[in-house]
């Protein structure tokens, strides 16, 4: 890899030019440079490889790249790689096939006999070259275990999985496509090669499994509960809305029913079987089983964090222990025992198949099991909302920048008395979590319908931005109960600061609504909210 430690140097201050601009200044340097032959320290540090643009790299290297340049052209995309990119941090991130994965995909895609044949073929190779471009800049040492942290072209996300033997860790993209050059960094962006043409995703979590041959159980399972019916890419909202539907799916292959004596699905039925209830009726506890394995939102593997329980389609609520192995329902049952030599390990816990989990479809992850998942009755933990379950919100979620959120296609937040409710999420590290927040200015009332919570006793806690002068003074209240005082939000002294308002004591496993309102109108940067146990 090239020393790049006076790359950022030199870009943040060719970027207070347009590219247009800077190809003068380029132009008059190299007139300068051409004139004083005895210094060659322009040449190098205004032609190298490390202030060009995408494209240029992409025409200086054709012969080597000849296929994607031929796309980049048919598609005139080579415009928008020549710039920078207007909307993330100024970068892009380019995955780039090779010249011999092109050829793999011709010769393995039943649709087009030649790379001609897909040339011709505008709308899909516009759709293509963009699904291998992200709206940020991304080394590979900013890869995450799931899904990148902000949407390529096509407003899809790309999945990163990671392939680790003796000292040698290879990237895959969407689990597919190997990284096999990595890191050519350019003025706006990033190319990484790859070694296989990444097919744009348009089938569902449902989808996926029904025609994996290595699932057949699950897959008569989902469609014999009727909850296949559920798991189209798309769905209608309370509103009449399609959106994409969001969620996330655990699922254990044949083989490992049939470590539980299950190897069809009659063995199944019968072994979660409810006496005078049909599989699909919602109260059966086969039906309930399968629903438990479907998670309410979209989640990678790294989005797991610490403990914490999730919703399921079910009854119950799922409960993920992330550390350095992701455990679902920890020290509820003894799954397995492993002995080596004298050494004795009890698993207690339903395990993940981490090398093979991440599994991109339009709905989200899928996520496969090393165990029988079974439904249990977790304790509660932590509980916190950011907004997510809001659809709106959800697609935006790696999309960097302001955005004004419309309140007719709003299912979970309602709000009056202002003029624009704003989603933003920052490019840079901020103290708020995952980088983004809400934000309101005026006199205002806001409605969060918060989803099911466990029963019990919770302390609440709102976490804000506190220390501007101009935020506001806000009541909080909770299914119409008010909790503690008012809270002036301009004397947190930090950037942002948990606050905890009051306790509250649930009885039922329902969903809430909380309630805020500005008794002095101002700013109100919302992070999330919380319910700690007490």
């Not at 032609?47 to 643009?53: K, R, S």
């Not at 010769?107 to 044949?117: A, G, I, L, V």
């Not at 500005?518 to 109100?524: D, M, Q, R």
Request: with cysteine.
């Amino acid at each position: 890899m090239r020393d790049i430690s006076n790359h950022r140097k030199r870009a943040s201050t060719a970027r207070r030019f347009s590219l247009y601009g800077f190809a003068m200044l380029l132009g008059l340097l190299v007139a300068l440079a051409m004139n004083r032959s005895c210094d060659t320290t322009i040449n190098q540090v205004f032609l190298g490889e490390d202030v060009i643009t995408i494209a240029e790299y992409l025409e200086d290297n054709q012969e080597t790249y000849s296929r994607f340049w031929e796309l980049l052209l048919t598609t005139n995309l080579k415009s928008t790689l020549s710039a920078y990119n207007p909307h993330g941090n100024d970068d892009y991130t380019l995955f780039m096939p090779s010249d011999e994965a092109f050829q793999d995909y011709i010769e393995e895609n039943q649709n087009y006999n030649t790379f001609d044949d897909l040339l011709n073929d505008t709308d899909f190779a516009n759709l293509l070259i963009r699904y291998h471009l992200v709206n940020r800049g991304l080394e590979t040492n900013d890869f995450p275990f799931g899904a990148l942290p902000d949407t390529t072209a096509t407003g899809d996300l790309l999945t990163i999985g990671f392939d680790t033997s003796q000292d040698t860790t290879v990237y895959r993209i969407n689990n597919v496509a190997p990284v096999i050059q990595g890191n050519i960094e350019l003025i706006n962006g990033y190319i990484h090669i790859i070694g296989k043409v990444l097919e744009p995703i348009n089938y569902s979590s449902y989808d996926w499994v029904d025609n994996n041959p290595d699932f057949s159980i699950f897959a008569d399972a989902l469609a014999l509960s009727h909850l296949k019916d559920t798991m189209g890419v798309y769905r209608t909202n309370t509103n009449g809305d399609v959106i994409r539907n969001k969620y996330t799916l655990f699922a254990e292959p044949d083989s490992v029913f049939a470590k539980d004596g299950i190897h069809n699905i009659d063995d199944l039925v019968a072994r979660f079987e409810s006496f005078g209830l049909e599989s699909w009726e919602e109260e059966s506890e086969f039906y309930q089983y399968v629903a438990y394995h479907i998670l309410e939102g979209t989640y990678f593997l790294d989005n797991f964090e610490d403990l914490e329980n999730f919703n399921t389609y079910a009854n119950f609520m799922v409960q993920v222990d992330a550390g350095l192995e992701i455990k679902l329902n920890p020290g509820i049952d003894t799954i397995d025992v492993i002995i080596q030599g004298q050494d004795t390990t009890i698993i207690n816990y339903v395990r993940i198949m981490m090398d093979h989990s991440n599994i991109l479809t339009k709905n989200g992850a899928i996520h496969l099991l090393q165990d029988l998942l079974k439904v249990k009755n977790p304790g509660r933990t932590t509980k916190t909302f950011q907004f997510y379950e809001e659809n709106a919100i959800d697609e935006l979620r790696n999309v960097t920048g302001e955005h004004v959120l419309d309140l007719e296609s709003m299912e979970w937040l309602y709000w009056e008395g202002i003029d624009y409710f704003k989603y933003v999420k920052s490019a840079s590290s901020i103290s708020a979590t995952n980088n983004d927040y809400l934000e309101v200015t005026g006199n205002f009332t806001i409605e969060y319908t918060i989803p099911k919570v466990l029963p019990g006793k919770y302390e609440v806690r709102i976490k804000s931005e506190s220390s501007d002068s101009e935020n506001a003074t806000i009541q909080v209240y909770l299914d119409g109960n008010r909790l503690g005082s008012s809270f002036d939000l301009t004397t947190g002294g930090n950037p942002y600061n948990s606050f905890a308002v009051g306790n509250i004591e649930f009885l039922l496993y329902e969903p809430h609504v909380l309630k805020i309102t500005s008794l002095i109108p101002g700013i109100f940067i919302w992070d999330f909210v919380q319910f700690v146990p007490n």
